[in-house]
């Protein structure tokens, strides 16, 4: 049981190139999330997927899109980096009968 | 629009000096409080979640308080091993989380 995984761990970018996160759970929960966190600020809402086939923006999601392929996966894509999106990105899951979110190890990114 | 703010932005504590870290939220129709700790390079992990004013949760040296306005991560005679950020972070309803900046607690032996 390996809870939320995701991949990669760290990743360097050039601005305008294109990337997709990877995020997996085997928890069987209906809802997933992707998050990023940056110096002195909370973690912030990209966008989330309430069940499969479902996604939705949250408080950031200008220059992201995401794909919820299937019950396990929730994946994130950036179609045009910008140096503005060099932050950690965190994935995580929550079943629909109890309001904890399970975060992943997260994502390193940098956009030069 | 929902807010979180935590306080101290960061804290040193020797070891076995109990001390609270502070949550004050606005938000419309609290949902659920939730506490996480969060070491460097790792993801979030879950601590508590509170639901209504008056309640408190323990686990091991730590305990969390709601009211109305704010909750306590009351910290009771910490280990180096407590040294972590904590998150704080509401529910407002449906899938809206709203998270804090987070406390940096530093517990020197």
């Known amino acids: 049981n390996a809870g939320v995984t995701q991949t990669p761990k760290f990743q360097v970018l050039k601005t305008g190139q294109s990337m997709t996160l990877q995020c997996a759970q085997d928890m069987n929960h209906n809802s997933m999330y992707w998050y990023r966190q940056d110096p002195g600020m909370g973690l912030r809402l990209i966008y989330y997927s309430a069940s499969e086939g479902t996604t939705d923006k949250g408080e950031v999601p200008n220059g992201y899109n995401v794909s919820r392929l299937n019950k396990r996966e929730f994946s994130l894509r950036l179609e045009s980096a910008a140096p503005s999106q060099t932050s950690v990105y965190f994935c995580?899951?929550?079943?629909?009968?109890?309001?904890?979110?399970?975060f992943g190890p997260g994502t390193r990114l940098t956009v030069l | 629009e929902d807010q979180v703010t935590q306080s101290p932005e960061a804290l040193r504590l020797q070891e076995g000096e109990s001390s609270s870290l502070n949550c004050s939220y606005t938000v419309s129709g609290l949902r659920g409080l939730f506490w996480y700790r969060q070491d460097p390079g790792k993801g979030p992990e879950f601590l508590f979640t509170?639901?209504?004013a008056g309640e408190e949760k323990e686990k091991e040296r730590l305990k969390a308080t709601l009211t109305k306005k704010e909750s306590f991560l009351h910290i009771t005679a910490p280990k180096p091993e407590d040294s972590a950020t904590y998150l704080c972070a509401v529910q407002a309803g449906g899938q809206n989380f709203v998270f804090g900046p987070g406390t940096r607690l530093s517990v020197l032996p």
């Open positions: 509170l639901y209504s």
């Open positions: 995580a899951s929550r079943t629909s009968v109890a309001d904890t979110q399970y």
